[in-house]
């Protein structure tokens, strides 16, 4: 039986195979679905887990992250709580908690539309966990959609850092995202990242391919 992860190594060969070079049009994306996650300290993960506690990875993803085997209920301002969260690793300066609109909805959160890391004046959070619970008075965030690229990609698709380009959805629906912001790093692969709002009303999956327009 082939191997899933084959399959993505081979579909991302073909893709750049037929990349336009330096010619933003056309240039084909994989699409990697966002589900709703946590950012925390080091100190929170100890207050959730208790001291001393460090994250276990479960699997890699781009750019030195992982997600970890550990997950969390977050809580919003009405009592209204989504389980089974899962934290990404590794640890950062400040916590946050990433979160799909409909999402907001279920929890009575005005979670505004940001970039990752952007939390200044968000939406506060409860998070809680086996050994403990912390609030946040910011940190809760809808995720601005974004599509990673290395120098290599960028340099390829005729893109640089912190531009802004619109895409085409390959699939049944043809949905057209704009403002897709895109991030540039030595230590990315090639993935346009949707959380599962964006997905579901698109009809694509992790896997499936955008067009830049």
Known sequence: MVDERNIEQITRLVMEMLQPEGNKEGFMV???VSARHVHV???DV?????AGYELTKKKELMGGQFASNEQVTIVGTKLRAIENVRILGPVRKASQVEISQTDAMKLGVRAPLRDSGDIKGSAPIAIVGPKGAIYLKEGCIVARRHIHMSPK???AAGLKDKDVVSVSA???RGTTFEEV??????SFTLEMHIDTDEANASGIKTGDAVVIK
Request: aromatic share 4%; hydrophobic share 45%; proline share 4%.
């Open 30 to 32: 994989p699409v990697g």
């Open 41 to 43: 300290t080091q100190a």
């Open 46 to 50: 100890e207050t959730l887990f208790g």
């Open 153 to 155: 990609d960028a340099k």
């Open 170 to 172: 390959v699939s049944a």
């Open 181 to 186: 912001l895109i991030r540039v790093d030595d």
